[in-house]
């Protein structure tokens, strides 16, 4: 079955910098467009980066210039490397993909697949 794990997660200091992996299976990596999520508590989930298949990439304005998405093809494997991050960073972080190419914007409601998220913790 076809699926989405994400790992790397973690607690960490304001100005630190993290590293999620999302491990897909399946049909999935070959998706046209996959994405990062993050939900915090209390809050709609939000679109982070996107990245498609020909290595295109687009962020939320919030974390533009502080995270960088990629794809780890050896590893059919999903990367958003995290830096400078600050406490309003902190969120459940998602893996997500999309069977059709990616749009201009960031919305959970394009993209079919999910993972179960990974935690991610910034303290001041």
């Known amino acids: 079955q076809a699926q989405l794990v994400e790992s790397g997660g973690g607690s960490v200091q304001a100005g630190g910098s993290l590293t999620l992996s999302c491990a897909a299976s399946g049909y999935l990596f070959s998706s046209p467009c996959m994405g990062w999520f993050r939900q915090a508590p209390g809050k709609e989930r939000e679109g982070v980066a996107q990245?498609?298949?020909?290595?295109?990439?687009g962020y939320a304005g919030s974390v533009k210039d502080r995270f960088i998405i990629s794809r780890e093809n050896a590893k059919n494997s999903l990367i958003l490397q995290m830096n400078s991050l600050k406490p309003e960073d902190t969120a459940m972080y998602y893996c997500?993909?999309?069977?059709?190419?990616?749009?201009?914007?960031?919305?959970?409601?394009?993209?079919?697949?999910w993972g179960q998220g990974t935690q991610v913790t910034v303290s001041s």
């Open positions: 990245i498609a298949a020909d290595g295109s990439t």
């Open positions: 997500a993909a999309r069977s059709r190419w990616c749009r201009d914007h960031l919305a959970p409601a394009d993209f079919g697949s």
